[in-house]
T-cell receptor
Framework: SQQGEEDPQALSIQEGENATMNCSYK?????LQWYRQNSGRGLVHLIL?????REKHSGRLRVTLDTSKKSSSLLITASRAADTASYFC???????FGAGTRLTVKP | DAEITQSPRHKITETGRQVTLACHQT?????MFWYRQDLGHGLRLIHY???????NKGEVSDGYSVSRSNTEDLPLTLESAASSQTSVYFC????????????FGEGSRLTVL
């Protein structure tokens, strides 16, 4: 069974728009991580947010964590065509991944 | 630069054959992991190792085995390949045993006919 569940499954936006994807999880966590996967490639770590943090920024990425709702969101601002990829959250000591959100950014 | 490499990148085999997927990392990480990725299931953990001679079962370990004879390598063996094992396999390593940043290989696409 998956620990993290991303929503939506797919998202299509225009270049320059913001993209928001969400992750819900079931059990208590120490941290939550977001990864990106370009088509046909391995996953790449984007950002880690600890359970005692509510928000974290890295460049155009903003991650929030609400442990009371067991949810996290990843916001990509001013999206670019190169942001087209699948995005996954991973939680728990056993690093369970969801099925991912497939983001398409149209030029 | 440190890296993690998988081989082969693509393999086609027949049902019942033994298959070994190689994973080699130069990060000097003690912790290594094997996942499989299937549409609609995300990544599922197969086996993991916290160090030399240590191996542990993950969520979907049936039909798979691993061995860890050194820090750099964690080969994944399918003892008798089944069509249900057609998938993309990813190896990863981490500085931390669990909950740490994972560094992934590029994946091995296995087709079992």
């Amino acid at each position: 069974s998956q620990q993290g569940e991303e929503d939506p499954q797919a998202l299509s936006i225009q270049e320059g728009e913001n993209a928001t994807m969400n992750c819900s999880y079931k059990t208590s966590i120490n941290n939550l991580q977001w990864y990106r996967q370009n088509s046909g490639r391995g996953l790449v770590h984007l950002i880690l947010i600890r359970s005692n943090e509510r928000e974290k920024h890295s460049g155009r990425l903003r991650v929030t964590l609400d442990t009371s709702k067991k949810s996290s969101s990843l916001l990509i601002t001013a999206s670019r065509a190169a942001d087209t990829a699948s995005y996954f959250c991973a939680t728990g000591n056993d690093m369970r991944f969801g099925a991912g959100t497939r983001l398409t950014v149209k030029p | 630069d440190a890296e993690i490499t998988q081989s082969p990148r693509h393999k086609i085999t027949e049902t019942g054959r033994q298959v070994t997927l190689a994973c080699h990392q130069t990060w000097n990480h003690n912790n290594m992991f094997w996942y499989r990725q299937d549409l609609g299931h995300g990544l599922r953990l197969i086996h993991y190792s916290y160090g030399v001679h240590d191996t542990n079962k993950g969520e979907v370990s049936d039909g798979y085995s691993v061995s860890r004879s050194n820090t750099e390598d964690l080969p994944l063996t399918l003892e008798s390949a089944a069509s249900s094992q057609t998938s993309v396999y990813f190896c990863a390593s981490s500085e931390l045993p669990m909950g740490g940043e994972l560094f992934f290989g590029e994946g091995s696409r296995l087709t079992v006919l």
